[in-house]
């Protein structure tokens, strides 16, 4: 599991059992598999149709596959229904395909999609989000004069502008300037 979601897991989870977890952008991460062992339901939304069969394969996991209706794209699914992966363009997910999630996490996401795109982005969480939705995402702060990025620099100020109604709070900072010269990484969580 994702470091800071396994030492963060229980402000994640807080407390709840069977709950809907939102995995956008979410490629082929085990973490999808590790928390639908716990009991939660896993939607994952990700362009990358081998990400995905590889997913299943790799977690030797059984799954369906079938085209989406309304829009170009397919759901894959595990036998058990714990697991569904949309495979479609994540701008064209609609609040209408899953209602609304008690959590959502975001590793590689929001950091990942064009800067001009992130209202688009934050605005279809915002419209996913559950009243009791958690959100935690990891998100990078560097010197933006030293590295342009993509993953790009997300600030905490960032996540009050793009989710002006949550509250953010910071867990967690993890220095990598070890790993990328001059840029450090912090985890950044919404609530
Ligand atoms: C940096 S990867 C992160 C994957 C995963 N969250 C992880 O942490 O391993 C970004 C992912 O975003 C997906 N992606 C980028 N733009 C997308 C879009 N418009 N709709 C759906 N998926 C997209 C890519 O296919 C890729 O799997």
């Not at 397919?74 to 036998?79: D, I, T, V």
């Not at 949309?86 to 590793?107: P, S």
Request: aromatic share 14%.
């Amino acid at each position: 599991m994702h470091t800071s979601l396994e030492k963060h897991l229980d402000k994640f989870i807080a407390g709840r059992t069977g709950i809907k977890m939102f995995f956008p952008l979410c490629g082929k991460t085990v973490d999808m598999r590790l928390l639908a062992d716990q009991g939660h339901y896993v939607v994952g939304v990700d362009i990358a149709e081998q990400a995905f069969q590889e997913f299943f394969i790799d977690q030797n996991l059984e799954y369906t596959e079938e085209p989406l209706k309304n829009v170009d794209g397919k759901l894959f699914k595990s036998m058990d229904g714990r697991i569904k992966l949309y495979c479609m363009d994540f701008y064209l997910f609609t609040k209408e395909m899953e209602g609304q999630f008690n959590a959502i996490w975001d590793r590689g996401s929001l950091v990942a999609i064009n800067i001009e795109d992130r209202i688009k982005y934050s605005q279809l969480i915002q419209e996913v989000m559950s009243p009791d939705c958690k959100y935690m995402i990891a998100a990078m702060q560097y010197d933006t004069s030293k590295f342009a990025g993509p993953p790009y620099n997300v600030s905490e100020n960032d996540l009050k502008e793009l989710f002006p109604n949550c509250s953010v709070q910071q867990f967690d900072e993890t220095d990598r300037s070890y790993l990328f010269k001059d840029r450090a990484k912090k985890y950044l969580s919404i609530q």
